[in-house]
């Protein structure tokens, strides 16, 4: 019995920890294949189908440089708690020998400011190609593949859209 539970028990133990430790953290290569497209339109009109898909998700436009194909758009979202424990270690220590929840009354709540980056650039103009990557900044929190999902489904609608009109 004891000859069978330790390479057991190892082999549980290498499955946990090979499982648990990278599988959220994605590699470079995966992260832009996710915030990278390229559309079959001029770079002027692939712009304009940005801006109106962040004005579609909620955002303002903060800088728009057609130039140099930037575009910037934040949006504030929800709030973000924090409790604040101004308690010395005397105090945990005390709290917890008398059972005492040691909490303090602080929360800090501020907003969530959500923020994306678009680059736009023409890859090629014969057939006519441009490129658009979308950084995406939640104030610390995970990589959101929501966000990414909702702006190129507008963006599409959007393109489509501009496309069917000029037909």
Aim: hydrophobic share 40%; aromatic share 10%; proline share 2%.
């Amino acid at each position: 019995m004891k000859n069978i539970f330790l390479p057991l028990f190892l082999t549980t133990s290498f499955l946990l920890v090979g499982c648990g430790s990278g599988m959220s953290d994605r590699t470079t290569a995966v992260k832009r294949a996710i915030e990278t497209r390229e559309y079959n339109v001029d770079t002027k009109a692939l712009i304009t189908a940005s801006v109106g898909a962040f004005q579609d998700l909620g955002y303002t436009i903060d800088v728009l440089n057609s130039d140099y194909g930037l575009i910037t758009g934040s949006r504030t979202q929800g709030t973000q708690t924090t409790e604040v424990n101004d308690g010395t270690v005397l105090d945990d220590i005390v709290a917890g020998l008398f059972g005492f929840d040691n909490r303090s009354d602080d929360i800090v709540i501020t907003p969530l400011k959500l923020s994306a980056t678009i680059t736009v650039k023409e890859i090629s103009s014969d057939p006519l190609i441009s490129s658009l990557r979308v950084n995406f900044e939640s104030g610390g929190r995970r990589y959101s593949d929501l966000f990414f999902r909702s702006f190129f489904a507008a963006l599409d609608q959007s393109l489509f859209l501009d496309t069917a009109t000029e037909e």
